[in-house]
């Protein structure tokens, strides 16, 4: 099962999606950790989502990008967090935003529930300059074509989910 | 009257597009609204009631465009403003609302 969890900044969505994993079977957990440290504010980001499922018994895997090459156990349930990072990271940082799909494609063949987690950044009406531009534009359709992949779409508001595609689950 | 509406990107244009393929699309309204709110003493109130009259069968498209920082030039702080109350008389005109997220449509109305 493919689900796609979705809202804005600090939704509760993160906590949300890992209430979820733990409802989900599967021999092990494995969160796909995204995002690049370069800042103090960035490392503290990791150290309070790592608090936060310290013991829900995951595996981290670093992933930058390139996700075909992260290694998946059969049977796991997998959570990845989150597109927003994986989009930026294939397009400025010398990858390629075109394998994220067919990528995503690929981890939810070998694992037994894929759990993605994406952030909503299109409604505050501004124009940006033209890479961000492209970014916004690149990253909606990534959004797009995952919910097209993803049996469940749940749109996270404040901690309470709204269910945009599929089934809500009883967590 | 129909609305279709979201983020950037979102789709909103495509779903109108499928669901709608005889009838002709008022595509990227907030557009249309960031050029009219230019000219001098232009109402959107106003603008919104008559174009409501004038197309009743309309099927509008546009961008949501006020979940974010106030704007710093008063230019754009008007856009906003505006493709807010005319979205609202559109609203209430249509007889079905559409939401698009990630490529998904939702009706609202």
Known sequence: MIWLVTGGSGCGKSTWAEKLVQSLPGEKRIYIATMQVYDQESEKRVQRHRAQRANLGFRTVECEKNLSAAQIDAGSVVLLEDLVNLTANEMFDGGDPNRIIPDLLDVSTRCNHLIMVTNDLFSDGETYSSSVQEYLRCLAEVNRQAARLADHVIEVVYSIPVTLKGELPCL | ?109
Do not use: S
């Open chain 2, 1 to 109: 009257m129909k609305l279709y509406i979201g983020g950037a990107y979102q789709g909103q244009a495509e779903l109108a597009q499928e669901e709608n393929p005889e009838v002709p699309l008022y595509r990227d309204f907030h557009e249309t609204i960031r050029n009219a709110v230019l000219a001098d003493g232009w109402d959107p109130l106003a603008f919104a009631e008559q174009f409501c009259q004038d197309h009743p069968d309309a099927v509008v498209i546009a961008n949501e465009v006020g979940a974010g920082v106030v704007p710093m030039a008063a230019e754009d702080r008007a856009f906003r403003e505006a493709v807010g109350r005319v979205l609202c008389v559109i609203a209430r005109n249509a007889e079905q609302v559409t939401r698009c997220v990630c490529g998904i449509g939702v009706r609202l109305k």
